[in-house]
């Protein structure tokens, strides 16, 4: 049997090695590439071709959600597994939505990564032991009703989002995605007048509220 091939994304390169000497030592997995962020991840899932992606979900550039529902949109057999420290309803929720397959509390046991790699494989969603009640609960209680503030956006609002909320300007940021700084600029008021939100300082806040970014970006 061909081992499964998993790509690791993880913008601190510390956890992307002890993450791959966990792996290397299991039968059945490879590691076949690392990337440091959500926007690495696209290019190296179209070259690698991995089977899952293993993927950080607070990242600079694109995060893991953002980077999980670009990747199933364009190769929908490619399982996502996020990993986290954090475990908040919406950031599940939106992992999830966004086309995750599993969602993975950092602090797990070395042996839980690869029971959760297989069971994404074999189209089984994993969800770490610590976080199914709370899961369960949310989903008993009915909690999402409609679609939250973020899901208004479209996936380029979004990427436009979490780079004005990391401090980079206009024209910076229509250097990274490869668009005109108008361009940009239409981006920022669409979501702006979508978010009723009218100043950078405030959309900071919204990004950390619901987990774009974290308070230290």
Request: aromatic share 4%.
């Amino acid at each position: 049997m061909e081992p499964i091939r998993v790509l690791l994304v993880d913008d601190h390169k510390l956890v992307r090695v002890g993450l791959r000497s966990l792996l290397e030592a299991i039968s059945g997995i490879e590691v076949v590439g690392e990337a440091g962020n959500g926007r690495e991840a696209l290019e190296l899932t179209k070259t690698l071709t991995p089977q899952v992606v293993v993927m950080d979900l607070m990242m600079p550039e694109l995060n893991g959600i953002e980077a999980t529902i670009q990747i199933r949109q364009k190769f929908p057999n490619t399982r996502i597994l996020i990993m986290s420290f954090e475990s908040r309803d919406n950031l599940i929720e939106q992992a999830f939505q966004g086309g995750a397959s599993g969602f993975l509390l950092k602090d797990f046991r070395p042996e839980e990564l690869a029971v959760a790699i297989q069971a994404v494989v074999r189209g089984e969603p994993y969800l770490s032991t610590t976080i199914y009640k709370q899961v369960v609960e949310v989903c008993a209680n009915n909690l999402v009703k409609s679609p939250n503030a973020l899901q208004q956006l479209t996936p380029r609002q979004r990427e436009v989002l979490q780079l004005l909320a990391e401090g980079n300007t206009a024209k910076l940021i229509g250097i990274k995605l490869g668009i005109s700084r108008k361009t940009v600029e239409t981006h920022r008021a669409a979501l702006m007048e979508a978010l009723n939100i009218f100043n950078v300082a405030d959309l900071t806040r919204f990004a950390v509220h619901i987990g774009l970014i974290t308070s230290e970006a």
